[in-house]
C-alpha cells in the first residue's frame, strides 16, 4: 500500500471509532418530558428530583412540557419523583422514572407523559400506546 492509502484507510479507521462512541454515548441518554394537557388557562407547578438532582419548581403553562436527560445508573435504581399541583390538586406525587417500571415500558428513548383532568397518561414504547397510569385522587 501506499502511503497516501494508508493514510486514508487510517482516517477512515479513526472516524468509523468516533462515530461507533458517539451511538454508543447517545443511546445512553434518556428522556423524561411531561406535558400539560389539563386544558386552556390551566397551569400546573411541577417540581421533580432524583436522589442526587433536584430540578426545580417549574410552572408549565397549557401545551407546555417540562423535560430533562438523563442515564441509568450501573446500579439499576434510577428513580425521578415529582409533586404535580393544580388548580383542582394541591399536591400530587409520582414517579416520572423507576428503572425497574420504566425500562422496558417506556423504551431506550425514555418516558412521556401527558398531565389531563382525569390524571395521568404515560406512553408505553413498547406497545405505542397511551396509558392511563394515574387517577386524581379523590
Ligand atoms: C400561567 O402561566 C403563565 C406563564 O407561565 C403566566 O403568565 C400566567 O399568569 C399563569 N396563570 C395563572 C392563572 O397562574
Redesign the pocket.
Known amino acids: 500500500m501506499g502511503g497516501l492509502a494508508k493514510k486514508i484507510t487510517h482516517h477512515l479507521v479513526t472516524l468509523v471509532l468516533v462515530i461507533v462512541l458517539c451511538t454508543t454515548i447517545v443511546e445512553g441518554t434518556k428522556h423524561v418530558s411531561i406535558k400539560n394537557r389539563l386544558g386552556s388557562?390551566r397551569?400546573m407547578t411541577l417540581h421533580c428530583q432524583s436522589k442526587d438532582n433536584d430540578l426545580g419548581k417549574q410552572?408549565i403553562?397549557y401545551g407546555d412540557e417540562f423535560g430533562w436527560d438523563f442515564s441509568d445508573n450501573v446500579a439499576g435504581t434510577t428513580l425521578f419523583f415529582c409533586d404535580l399541583g393544580w388548580e383542582n390538586v394541591e399536591e400530587f406525587h409520582f414517579d416520572a422514572y423507576s428503572f425497574a417500571r420504566d425500562r422496558v415500558r417506556c423504551g431506550d428513548a425514555g418516558c412521556s407523559w401527558l398531565v389531563s383532568i382525569e390524571g395521568i397518561y404515560g406512553l408505553n414504547g413498547q406497545t405505542g400506546y397511551w396509558e392511563f397510569m394515574y387517577q386524581w385522587p379523590n
Open positions: 388557562g397551569n410552572n403553562a
